[in-house]
T-cell receptor, first 116, second 115 residues
Framework: NAGVTQTPKFRVLKTGQSMTLLCAQDMNHEYMYWYRQDPGMGLRLIHYSVGEGTTAKGEVPDGYNVSRLKKQNFLLGLESAAPSQTSVYFC???????????????FGQGTRLTVV | AQTVTQSQPEMSVQEAETVTLSCTYDTSENNYYLFWYKQPPSRQMILVIR??????QNATENRFSVNFQKAAKSFSLKISDSQLGDTAMYFCAFTEISGTYKYIFGTGTRLKVLA
């Protein structure tokens, strides 16, 4: 089982460039999430989706956009990268409602993004 | 808004000893789940243990156990017989059962197991 797969694993961008991070899950999960991890700040929710065609803002959405055109994919876009967006990005998915089973979020391996 | 607080940025423990990591949370919900995740240097997020708020019995998974105090909104992780492979960042996380099912994370505790 592949689980949650993120592409790419590493990327260096110049300020002002754009890019898209791809997240794919093969567990038929309804919910998907994008987090960023910064030293001393834990994981902070950027955007999330509760199903195909839906998206919602999380705690730190500014500078990012997302799309969920297919249930298995959740894309995170940076239209004009800034040094403050240097971080490790994690995608996760979950399938709530399965009482006491699979209630946790399943994570991808992360993407280290550096904006110079 | 729900919050999760981990007040110990770093901890260390001797191999084979026991260590307890602290976590407190704030919520007005009655039904929710709590988790501990481990993040080793590989960066992968690995579920260690989960606790359902409606269960009074503390969850255990081999050497890992929790002390869940619902009234105090406390959820600590005890690691017994610590091993070098336990060296990692540990995150406490919370999610409500109803609604948006967002996972809220603490800032993490970096644990180092010493040989």
């Amino acid at each position: 089982n592949a689980g949650v797969t993120q592409t790419p694993k590493f990327r260096v961008l110049k300020t002002g460039q754009s890019m898209t991070l791809l997240c794919a899950q093969d567990m038929n999960h309804e919910y998907m999430y994008w987090y960023r991890q910064d030293p001393g700040m834990g994981l902070r929710l950027i955007h999330y989706s509760v199903g195909e065609g839906t998206t919602a803002k999380g705690e730190v959405p500014d500078g990012y956009n997302v799309s969920r055109l297919k249930k298995q994919n959740f894309l995170l876009g940076l239209e004009s990268a800034a040094p403050s967006q240097t971080s490790v990005y994690f995608c996760a998915s979950s399938y709530p409602g399965q009482a006491s089973q699979n209630t946790e979020a399943f994570f991808g391996q992360g993407t280290r993004l550096t904006v110079v | 808004a729900q919050t999760v607080t981990q007040s110990q940025p770093e901890m260390s423990v001797q191999e084979a000893e026991t260590v307890t990591l602290s976590c407190t949370y704030d919520t007005s919900e009655n039904n929710y789940y709590l988790f501990w995740y481990k993040q080793p240097p590989s960066r992968q997020m690995i579920l260690v243990i989960r606790q359902e708020a409606y269960k009074q019995q503390n969850a255990t998974e081999n050497r890992f156990s929790v002390n869940f105090q619902k009234a105090a909104k406390s959820f600590s992780l005890k690691i017994s017989d610590s091993q070098l492979g336990d060296t990692a960042m540990y995150f406490c996380a919370f999610t409500e059962i109803s609604g948006t099912y967002k996972y809220i994370f603490g800032t993490g505790t970096r644990l180092k197991v010493l040989a």
